[in-house]
């Protein structure tokens, strides 16, 4: 990593790092978001992109064809591909590897004066089971993911230290069910300030890279930023030929992850947590709150989805309400909700959601505003798929709020 280096004047007010995990089945599709950054660096010259690409795919020609797995680094700037290099595939999902990244575009942010530093992590991903697939069909952890960010953020600060106070302000995650309390509050703890992510599957190549365009757009304007963002994402459509085209998402947001926002979001989940705990752990309270709960559909809601485990990660806001207005509860556990459901809503700076998401069957989104949370109502739905190593209560976030509570109660 270079010493020293010195900030010099610039144009630039975003770099916007692309981690892009294609060792999988989404290489080919998820390639696009490539040329839509070459496409949106040649129209603003205020964005600069730092690309770190695993690939099968190789330029021969004027042709992109498959070859062997390898790792192609760049940069982007003003429409051009520069400071390029190939080599060996790199373990994308390794904690190390993502650190240096990040190291690697904080470091461009200071060469080239950005105002702003955001990335977008680009693959796989399951919520709070983690994302950045691995190789071998699992995920790299939430927890890991957050702290290879701070570990980035920190080879940065020791390397440079006149720049130490330097942070990635966002992180887009171009990953399926990613906008999640867990994950939102993971993020928080290692310094980042925004989280822009669908809690739904997504569908590739997902969120576009014009999105940097939106952000550059509105620095020092979060609301707008966020708007700007959500609708980016919810207006796209990709080409799927005789079928129309699709949009990348069925509900995405953009949330404030404001420590102290975030904090007193934990503190009333947690009061209403152990307030179920207490007084409706048997007998008719019991039953109406999973009732209730169960009345909030779970994500991946599309046809044939059953398979996937994540039926249990339900929008919080829309399970809080419902429990908010249930008169069948206590006045405590009603208040409890109410300001849960009010915390969580402070998070978000803007969504988009469809109340008939076409490519799921029509699906029905419109109570997807803002994160979930993993809520399951039955046995199986906990941590459903332990057996593979991927699990979605080994975190803080659950562990800080004793969600375990209610999942007690609830399944």
Not at 34 to 50: C, E, G, K, P, V
């Amino acid at each position: 990593m270079l010493q020293n280096v010195a900030v010099t004047p610039s144009r630039r007010s975003l770099e916007f790092g692309i981690y892009r995990d294609g060792d999988n089945n989404l290489d080919r599709i998820q390639e696009s978001t490539l040329s839509q950054a070459l496409q949106t660096s040649a129209r603003d010259s205020r964005i600069a992109f730092t690309v770190e690409d695993t690939t099968h795919l190789r330029s021969d020609g004027d042709e992109i064809v498959s070859g062997a797995l390898h790792t192609e680094r760049y940069a982007i700037t003003d429409g051009e591909i520069g400071d390029a290099h190939s080599g060996p595939a790199q373990n994308m999902a390794d904690e190390s590897n993502l650190a240096r990244f990040v190291a690697h575009t904080l470091d461009d942010a200071q060469t080239n004066g950005a105002k702003q530093t955001w990335i977008d992590l680009v693959d796989h991903g399951g919520g709070d089971g983690g994302g950045l697939e691995t190789r071998d069909g699992a995920c790299m952890s939430m927890p890991d993911i957050a702290r290879a960010i701070a570990d980035g953020i920190a080879l940065h600060a020791a390397a440079h230290p006149d720049d130490a106070q330097r942070r990635i302000d966002g992180v887009v995650a171009n990953q399926c069910l990613m906008d999640t309390l867990g994950f939102a509050d993971a993020l928080s703890r290692a310094g980042v300030r925004y989280l822009a992510a669908s809690p739904e599957t997504m569908l590739a190549p997902g969120v576009p890279s014009g999105v940097a365009h939106a952000i550059a757009s509105h620095e020092g304007a979060p609301d707008a930023m966020a708007r700007a963002v959500t609708s980016d994402v919810m207006r796209t459509k990709y080409d799927a030929g005789d079928f129309g085209g699709f949009a990348p998402a069925a509900a995405f947001d953009v949330l404030d992850l404001d420590p102290a926002k975030i904090g007193k979001a934990e503190v009333a989940i947690k009061r209403l947590n152990d307030d179920v705990a207490s007084d409706a752990a048997t007998g008719s309270m019991r039953s109406a709150l999973r009732e209730d709960v169960r009345a909030i559909p779970g994500m991946v809601r599309f046809p044939h989805g059953n398979a996937l485990p994540w039926r249990a990660d339900r929008p919080a806001i829309a399970v809080y309400d419902t429990l908010a207005g249930d008169g069948r509860l206590n006045d405590r556990i009603r208040n409890d909700a109410l300001a849960a459901k009010n915390a969580v809503g402070d998070l978000v700076l803007a969504h988009r959601e469809s109340d008939g998401f076409g490519p799921f069957g029509g699906a029905d989104y419109s109570d997807a505003a803002g994160p979930t949370i993993h809520l399951p109502t039955s046995r199986k739905q906990i941590d459903p798929w332990a057996s593979a190593g991927v699990t979605e209560t080994d975190n803080a976030f659950y562990r800080k709020v004793d969600e375990g509570k209610m999942t007690a109660v609830l399944a």
